[in-house]
């Protein structure tokens, strides 16, 4: 699951920067609609769950790498220091505070301080028209095929 849901619009890819500050989009914004549960892609501790710059923003170290996912405009339900699970809700999209041009999600994902494409973390099933699934790179196991 992504973390707005399994296929939300993409209204903005990521575009990397050439420079460290320079021009680009780093992250993806997806379409959702105010009020719209905000889900943890990957197990990990929340890093920060706070304001800047007027808006909401979660961010959350995943376990066992160097990653850390953010996530705005968003009404957080966690607190920094807290553990999550994939799927787990950090909070919910807040009305105002975006970027976009209509409601959305902005996803981000770092290495350290180097901006990555938070959509590698969703297997190409998502980003197509497979059935839903879970990267197993994150230590998430891949569910059981019901027959």
């Known amino acids: 699951m992504g973390p707005v849901g399994a296929r939300p619009a993409v209204l903005r890819g990521w575009e990397p920067p050439a420079t460290l500050y320079g021009r680009g989009h780093r992250g993806v914004d997806l379409a959702a609609p105010p009020g719209t549960p905000v889900h943890a892609v990957a197990p990990?501790?929340?890093?920060?769950?706070?304001?800047?710059a007027g808006r909401g923003v979660v961010s959350v170290h995943l376990a066992g790498t160097s990653l850390r996912t953010t996530y705005e405009p968003v009404r957080a339900t966690v607190t920094k220091g807290e553990e999550v699970a994939a799927g787990d809700v950090l909070g919910t999209v807040e009305p105002t505070g975006s970027h976009c041009t209509t409601s959305c999600l902005h996803w981000g994902l770092l290495r350290d301080k180097t901006y990555l494409d938070?959509?590698?973390?969703?297997?190409?099933?998502?980003?197509?028209?497979?059935?839903?699934?879970?990267?197993?790179?994150?230590?998430?196991?891949?569910?059981?095929?019901?027959?």
């Open 44 to 52: 990990g501790r929340v890093s920060f769950a706070g304001r800047v």
């Open 118 to 147: 938070p959509l590698s973390l969703l297997p190409a099933s998502l980003l197509t028209h497979g059935p839903s699934r879970l990267l197993p790179v994150l230590g998430v196991p891949l569910p059981r095929e019901v027959e």
